[in-house]
Structures are given as structure tokens and as C-alpha cells.
């Protein structure tokens, strides 16, 4: 799970890791009124989503005096970031910068521990900079049963800072942020950047944390800061229904009674030239319910153009699933092409429960999956169908 900077940020001040000072805005208006609470001449506005790269998408800017700050506030507030629409932004005091650095704890599936990095390359995208330049990446594996002992904490503060007054400072930081990292369940705790202001103080300008769904139970707090996206909460609300959905960006819905069954579906298009929009497995009962809900979650993507169902029966019917389809298609009208492979117990009698219906009902798996994939492609017009 996500939060915002603002809000790393209160995580970070309550651990006593230095921060900027700044304001929570949702309106102009509240701009204005923190920009006098700051009453500093420069300020810094910046989009509150749950993405990075705001300041390359000019969520982040820097306002001289009153009116150019209301200029950039209306412009920021307006703005859609990688598909996050900004309905906050964060004023706060501007930093005169002398560095950037890059700091962050995450976790580390090799040695299977936290792993603490640090780049003199701060501000940029970490990953970038460790596709090009791997070697100003310096990483140091955390021992979970000692921790961040100050030896450790100088010797990293040391790949970033020449000065010892500096290393120091520097060296408490990465030791809080530990603290708060371990305390939270953080799969992530980033600064980028941390910086180095040009009267010598040390403090984080940037924060961003992520945290282990798994273990959100046990901070209520933080989980109450939880904001879904659109994509989520069909993940969610699929899930509360019993089934396993993954949204993908294909265009050939599926609907499988099984996860291995769905993941097979999904290679056999594309092994035929097809995407698959989604990852769904609707269980092992063919519950007519079942079916019209799972035909719903399908239908509701608008890219999708053709729904593959793949039935495999073993305790599941395939009758109970003919028929509990036809009922679905009498409650949703829909013109998008549906392929069927029903395969197993009472196979037969599901077949020809869809005789001469406008399904297009198929024996084996690579035979559905072919036609699936031509449908397709021979289908823009199903495009904008509608339930
Ligand atoms: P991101 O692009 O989403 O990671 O947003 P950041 O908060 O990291 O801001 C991007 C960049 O804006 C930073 O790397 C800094 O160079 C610059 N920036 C942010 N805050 C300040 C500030 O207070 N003063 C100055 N001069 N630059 C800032
Ligand atoms: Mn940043």
C-alpha cells in the first residue's frame, strides 16, 4: 500500500528524520493561506499522488511571491499524473539545494533482508541510474538481528559525505529511518533526494513509503490512509465475491474455473497472437450467480472484445454452467462474441443446452483460443459495447 509524501512525511517528523516545512492544500485558496502561515518569499508546490516522477511531469514547481503561486497551485491541482488525477498539493518552505542524495530501505529477496541504498546521484530515477551507471549505487545488507549500529550507519554515511560533521547527521538519519521502516512493516522507505541545503543542514525534501499489505492489520492507522485505485478496487471488489481477477490490458476477457487452467488460457493467446485483458479464475462451483457476476466484471472493461470462457469440469458441471450461462445472457444484453470450451463431466449435455445459441461453443482448448483470436481482431466495432 501507497500514501503520499505529505503523509511520509508526518511519519518522518514524528521519527525525528529532519523534513521541509510545508502545508496540505486541496484549493487555491488554502494555498494562499499556507503560503502566508510559511511566510517565506519562495515556496515549493508540489502534486500529492502515488507516483513518482512528478517533478519531470511538472508536478513540482517553484512559486516566487503570491501570484505566481496561485498561478502553479490552479495548474498543479488541475493535472492528471500517469493517470492519477491531482486533487492535493503540498506547499512547503523552498530548500536552497547545495546536493541531492538518494537514500532508501527496501527489502531484499536475495539475501533476505532489508538492504539499505545510498547514491550521490540523488533526485534522478534510481532505477535509471542503476541500469547505467550500477556502480554509484551502494548497498549495505541489514543484519535483522543487529540492525543499524552506529558503525554501520557512519560507514554508509561515509559513500555519500566527505565531511564528518556532515556523516554524522547524515548517520542518525539513515538510523530513524530504519526505526520507522521496521516499525511500520515498510516493504519501502525512500528520500529522494536527501539534501544537503546550503547553509549545511542535512534533510529529506522527498518521502515516499510503501508498506506490506500483509501486515496492514496490525497498523490501523496506516491502513486508514489507504486510497484504491479504480484498478484496485475492481481487484477488491472481485475478490469479495470469491474470485481471483488480475486486470490486464488485452483485449480477449477470460473467465476459467481454475488459476492454472486461467494461466494456461492466457499463454495459449498469446501463443495465438492474442492479449488477455484479465487473469480470472472463478472457482470450482458453476453457480449461475457466479457466472453472471464474473460476465459483469468481464463486460464492464471496455477493451474488452471477445470473453473466452474456459471450463475444465471435474466437480463443476458443465450443464450447471451452460445453463447458468444462458441466464446471464438473459440478464446482460451484450453484443461482444463470447467463445465457450467446456470440457469434462456432463460435457455433452452442456454442449447442447447451447446449441443454437450465438455462442460459439468449441471442443478443445487450442481450438476456442484460435477463434477467440480471430474474433478479436475481426471485431473493432464491439469496441464500445455496452452491458
Ligand atoms: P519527484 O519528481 O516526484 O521525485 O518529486 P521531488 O519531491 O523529488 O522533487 C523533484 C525535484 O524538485 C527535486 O529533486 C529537487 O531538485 C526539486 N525540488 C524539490 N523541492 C525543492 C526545494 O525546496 N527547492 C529547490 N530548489 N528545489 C526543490
Ligand atoms: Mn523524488
Known sequence: ????EYQAKEMFAAYGIPVDQSIICRSVEDAVKAYEQLDVRKVIVKAQ??????????????????AELRRHAAAILGMDIKGFPVDRILVGQAVHIDKEYYVSYAIDRRS??????????????????????PEKIHKFV????IGVPDYLAREAAFTLFDDIASVRRAAVIFQKLYKLFVESDA???????????????????DAKMTFDDNALYRHPKIA?????????KKEQSAKDKGFSYVQLVGEIGCMVNGAGLAMATMDMIRLYGGHPANFLDIGGSSNPTKVIEAMKLLLDDKHVKVVLINIFGGITRCDD????????????????PIVIRLTGTNEKEGRALLQGTRLHVAET???????????????????NHTL
Open 321 to 336: 454452467v451452460a445453463s447458468g450461462l444462458l441466464e446471464a445472457l438473459r440478464q446482460i444484453k451484450t453484443e461482444v
Open 224 to 232: 486508514a490512509l489507504n486510497e484504491p485505485t479504480e484498478e484496485e
Open 1 to 4: 500500500m501507497k500514501i503520499h
Open 365 to 383: 482448448m487450442g481450438e476456442a483460443t484460435q477463434q477467440a483470436v480471430t474474433l478479436s481482431e475481426q471485431s473493432p466495432d464491439a469496441k
Open 187 to 205: 516493504s519501502l522507505a525512500e528520500i529522494n533526494p536527501l539534501v544537503l541545503t546550503q547553509e549545511g543542514e542535512i534533510m529529506a525534501i
Open 49 to 66: 499522488v502515488h507516483t513518482g516522477g512528478r517533478g519531470k511531469a511538472g508536478g513540482v514547481k517553484l512559486a516566487n511571491g503570491e
Open 112 to 133: 533476505k533482508s532489508a538492504i539499505l541504498m545510498l547514491s550521490r546521484e540523488g533526485g534522478m530515477e534510481i532505477e535509471e541510474v542503476a541500469h547505467t551507471t
Open 142 to 145: 541489514i543484519d535483522p538481528s
